[in-house]
């Protein structure tokens, strides 16, 4: 094998087939160790030549990764041929060989062979044997014969090889191409892979926000279901609660009927109660006379003095004057009060006068007497016993309380007195120094009511409000004169009580006026036997106390004209005297039978007031009307009754 020189060289653009290898896959390398590796430039027929003289020479030809190592060229005497056993397909297909494609080399023509190179060997041949054996000369003409035949061969194989390697430079050029195209297509696959791996990440990342709004879904959707059956258990609840709407309503249809009913009702019967109650009082009078006697005072109790007057029938509201244990006159009043009545027992029979100003009505309730007969007592009372003033407002308060659901009330006092025929306010700040300047005199508003403007109205909501303007008024007239006793004697002092009342059921709105008069006292001016400014005053007192008592009569008479104007007294009075206002008048008298003319003055008074000596001819019918009819109805009953009687006897004949 050294002896044997390769018949290649490794230069990449030739080869043993005479096509160049610059492909990387299509590599000639030296498959058998047989083959040394040098860069012999020997020609194709040169190596063929040198195969041929060694004829056992085998070769293998490979080309890596194209035809690799498959390649056997196996000489033998006759041929060598080129097997291709695994060759790249894409060679294959380029040379247009199948996998197991061989070819043979023909030996050399050997007769047409005049190469020198093969004459050494001839000579040889010739000169090993001697050219004396004629089988030896047989067989090297046999032997040249063949040389020239395969030279012939050669030929046809050259120009085959030219051909084929023509071919495989095409197939070559079509391969680098195809490589190329295929880098390129690489490189697009390689973006494209790129970009797909983008796509998958993108793709994972929508597939995760798909799996989260997929769960997301499904817990609307057991929501939404949930929320479906709730829906449906409301619309069902919904359908309860309407028909219990519908219900209710009608229920409260019903009550609102019937409470608008009740409401009527009660109005109509809040109506019909006022109107009866007045009429009870009507029946009673309009004008009511109260007679109340002080009890004798230590001083009168030391000097032994006598008692005039009897209350031993006060019950039946009469009381009888004596004179020395003799009879002189009996007076019937509405009340009678002995010494011993106290306060409380006054208002008792005062208070329905109280409801009657919370009614509507006006009301004058007025304290008449002699000096130091207890006008004050009565009226305003002391701190332990307070009097009608105080009581009558508490009164008014517990009412309203009583009310309160129904009727909204707004109370004010005014406290002046009536001096000289001068009105002065005893609530305005000025008179607790000096005496106001201001003259204030009396109005006619609008409506008809009188009243006194400039005049101090303080609202009271409670009742230590009540008494704290009540001893405002009662100190103001103590200090309004040097003389206080002296002065409360010959004033008139008066409380008007304004009460504003809204009856909530039915918008009703009342405006009444309650007059709390304590009087001067009515002396006789021949007793006292007064002078100067004593006697005027006296005389203003006497003449106002005339001009009440005429009223008063003119009121009982029902006379066209009452003469109210005459006083400023009765002026003030005005809204509480007449209409279907009503007027108490309590008539304040001494025990003392030294002052017995002036008791009887005063009782006198009071029976002209009640109507006793002028006839309260009205009140008297009425009564008598009532009892006549009251008689009618019980004839009518025991008629009645006979008759029934007697037709039940006549059946039960039968
Ligand atoms: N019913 C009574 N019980 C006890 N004391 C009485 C009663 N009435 C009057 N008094 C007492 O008699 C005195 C005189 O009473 P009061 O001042 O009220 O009389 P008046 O008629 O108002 O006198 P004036 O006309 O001077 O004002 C007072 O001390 C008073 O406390």
Redesign the pocket.
Known sequence: MADLDPPFHTDPGSSMLGFSLTSPDLVICAGSPDLPSNNSRDSTDSFLNKCHQKMETALELSLDKGIKGSQEIKRNRDQLTVRFSTASPSLIHVLSLSPESSFELPPPDVSEDKDNSMMPYADDAENEHGGSSPELAINYKRQKVELARMRKEMEELKKENCLKTKECQEALKSLQELQNELMRKSMHVGSLAFAIEGQVKEKSKWFSSLRDLARKLKIMKMEQMKLSEEAATYKSCLQDVNCISATIQSKINQQEELHNDLKAKFVEGAKERKELYNKVLELKGNIRVFC?C??L?SEESTAGASVAVDFECSSDGELTVKSNGAFRKTYKFDSVFG?Q?DQADVFEDTAPLATSVLDGYNVCIF?Y??????????MEG?DEARGVNYRTLEEFFRIIKEREQLYRYDITVSVLEVYNEQIRDLLASGTQSVPPTKRLEIRQSGEGTHHVPGLTEAHVNNMNQVWEVLQTGSNARAIGSTNS?EH??RSHCLHCVMVKGENLLNGECTKSKLWLV?L??SERIAKTEVQGERLKETQNINRSLSALGDVISALATKSPHIPFRNSKLTHLLQDSLGGDSKALMIV?ISPNENDISETMCSLNFASRVKGVELGCAKKQLDTAEFIKYKQMVNIFSVNFALTLFHSCLSVYFL
């Open positions: 109340r002080r009890p005072n010494p009545a304290a007497g002699q000096t130091g007969t207890g006008k004050t007592y009565t002391t006793n409360s004697s304590d001067a006292g304040q």
